[in-house]
């Protein structure tokens, strides 16, 4: 009887693993028309789905909550006034502090996006689905990081930049070289009908519909400076 006591005592000492939310996006950059979205959950828990209190109600989700692993939609209304932003919450129901964020940016119709949001396109991408085609009427401006003089890249192929954060940068294939681009040179490209999709070494690309959605609209006075880099960096 006393063994049996003490192995009681230990079996209630057993630790169940902490609570675990995975979301297959981090981000969905959405076109003014109305649209669906489907968010692939990964979990131990049960888990719930809330929005930014802030945000009106232009979108709606279903179901709010499940049982570990599982899938909710996210349901966009048309946009036709300005730009648009909300912040999606996927946690664990018995331990809130564990969560994953989702941040859903609408832009108004025609206007200029961030490279960093056009980034956020690739979550459309997968092995059974390699490439994105832009629909919307959006631009993106930024300035030119690579020299072509080096030959550092194949064909007519350049990077471009719109600010010093992380993911605020992109490869842009041309359809041909249609000036000798250099550093520091200021481009302006209209993404209706670009192509996003990733070259054979996995880095991300937009590829403009034509030449003529390139435009290169100035120069800057860029200067290249050092920057040191650790090993853990």
């Not at 230990?10 to 968010?39: C, E, Q, W």
Request: net charge negative.
């Amino acid at each position: 009887c006393e063994l049996l006591a003490q192995s009681a005592c230990f079996t209630d000492n057993v630790h169940l693993p902490r609570s675990s939310v995975i979301v297959d996006k981090v981000g969905i950059l959405a076109p003014s028309m109305a649209s669906d979205y489907p968010l692939h959950i990964s979990a131990n828990c049960n888990w719930l789905i809330s929005i930014d209190q802030a945000t009106p109600q232009w979108i709606s989700i279903s179901p709010e909550g499940g049982l570990v692993n599982g899938a909710a939609y996210l349901t966009l209304d048309s946009n036709d006034g300005e730009g648009r932003e909300a912040t999606v919450k996927v946690y664990s129901k018995d331990d809130p502090s564990v969560y994953t964020i989702i941040t859903v940016k609408q832009p108004v119709k025609g206007g200029q996006i961030a490279i960093a949001d056009l980034r956020l396109l690739e979550s459309n991408l997968s092995v059974g689905t390699p490439s994105y085609a832009i629909t919307e009427d959006w631009k993106v401006r930024g300035v030119i990081n690579t020299v072509s003089r080096a030959a550092n890249l194949p064909g007519a192929i350049f990077g471009l930049q719109d600010s010093k954060e992380a993911g605020s940068g992109i490869m842009v294939r041309p359809v041909e070289m249609i000036w000798e681009n250099d550093f520091g040179d200021e481009v302006e490209i209209s993404l209706k009908n670009s192509v996003l999709t990733k070259d054979d070494n996995g880095i991300l690309e937009i590829q403009p519909a034509s030449n003529d959605v390139i435009n290169l609209t100035g120069s800057t006075k860029m200067q290249l400076e050092p920057v040191v880099i650790t090993y853990a960096d």
